[in-house]
C-alpha cells in the first residue's frame, strides 16, 4: 500500500508537500537529483514526456527541465539554481517557469529523512512575494472552478449536520 | 475579469488557512452556523481572541454573519475557499501522479540493487536499455510501465 501525498498551506506564502516512499533515503535522493532517473517520474500530467533534463548537483549549479506534451508536441521549459546541497538529504534550489505566467521565483526546499528503511520526503515550495503566489494560483484557477464548487459541496453535503442553510439550526 | 479584486480575496485567503486556530472554526461552521460563544466553546483561548480570528476569516470572505440580530450568527461562505481549493487540488493531482511513478521506479531500483549489491550506483542499473522491463515483472506491485505513461485520469 502506497502513502498518498499531504499537501498544505504553511504561513501565507509557502504549500508544503510531504509524500513517505518505501525506498533508503540514498535512492530517493538519487531519484530526485539524477537527470537519468527524473526523466522518468518527474513528468506532471499524464500523456507528457522530459525531453530535457539537466542537472548541475552544486551550490550555485543550474538544472533545467523541459516537457513536451507528446500530443501536440506543446513544451513547458523551467529551471534554477541551487542554493543548498547536502547529500543525501536537503536540497534548496530556486523554480522558475520559462512562460512568463508568474513574475519571480519560488524557492522549493526539499528535505528526505529516513525511518526504519523508508523515507519521508517534505518539499517546501515559498513565493518570493505575496503577488507572485497570487499569480501562481489565478493560473490554475482558470480551469475547473465550477468542479471545485462541486467538490466542496459534496464535502459539506456528506458532513453529518447539514446545517449550511439559513436557518437550519434555529 | 476582475483579476485586482480576485487576487486580494486569495491572498486574504491564504492568511487566513494558515492559522490552525482558523481553520478549526472553518471546519466546525461545515456543520452549521454557530455564535461567537459557541464558536469559542472547544478552544483554550479568550473570547476577544476568537474574535479576532472572526475578523481575519470575514475579512477573507470565507464567513459572513447570519441575520438573527440576538446570536450574529457566523456562516461558512463556499466561495472563497473553492477558489484556493481549485489551485492546490491541481497541484496535488500532478504531484500524485508523479510520486505513483516514482514509487514504481524506486521498487525498480531496489530489486536491482539487491541483485548486485549495495555498492553499485543506482544510475547505472536505469541506464536506457538496460533489462529492467523483464527485472520489474518479479515483482509486479504497482506493475506501472514507466513510458509511455498511461493515462489513469483524463480529466485535469
Known sequence: ??????????????????????????????????????????????GWSMPVCEID??????????????????????????REVVVPERTVATEK???????????????LVEREGKTVVTQTMMFDSRETRDAVMKSGMESGVARSYDRLEEMLASLPAQGVEKGSRK | MGYGQSSTHLDATFAALADPTRRAILARLASGEASVTELA????ISQPAISKHLKVLERAGLISRGHDAQ???????????????VWLERYRRIWEANYRRLD??????????????????????????????????????T?????????TGEHR
Open chain 2, 41 to 44: 466553546e472547544p478552544f483554550e
Open chain 2, 143 to 151: 506493475a506501472k510501465s514507466p513510458a509511455p505513461i498511461k493515462p
Open chain 1, 1 to 46: 500500500m502506497k502513502d498518498t501525498l499531504k499537501m498544505t498551506t504553511g504561513g501565507d506564502r509557502e504549500i508544503v508537500m510531504t509524500r513517505s516512499l518505501d525506498a533508503p533515503r540514498r535512492l530517493v535522493f538519487d531519484a530526485f537529483t539524477k537527470p537519468e532517473l527524473v526523466k522518468r517520474w518527474l513528468l506532471g500530467p499524464d
Open chain 1, 97 to 111: 517557469f520559462d512562460e512568463a505566467w508568474y513574475s519571480g521565483e519560488a524557492l522549493v526546499t526539499t528535505i
Open chain 2, 71 to 85: 446570536r450574529r450568527p457566523r456562516r461558512l461562505e463556499a466561495k472563497p475557499l473553492a477558489e484556493a481549493t
Open chain 2, 104 to 141: 514504481a521506479l524506486l521498487d525498480e531500483l531496489r530489486i536491482q540493487e539487491r541483485k548486485r549489491g549495495h555498492s553499485k550506483p543506482a544510475v547505472d542499473l536505469a541506464a536506457p536499455g538496460s533489462t529492467h522491463s523483464r527485472a520489474r515483472g518479479s515483482r509486479a506491485k
Open chain 1, 57 to 82: 548537483l552544486r551550490v550555485g549549479g543550474r538544472y533545467r527541465y523541459v516537457w513536451r506534451r507528446d500530443r501536440d508536441g506543446t513544451e513547458m521549459g523551467m529551471g534554477g539554481v541551487f
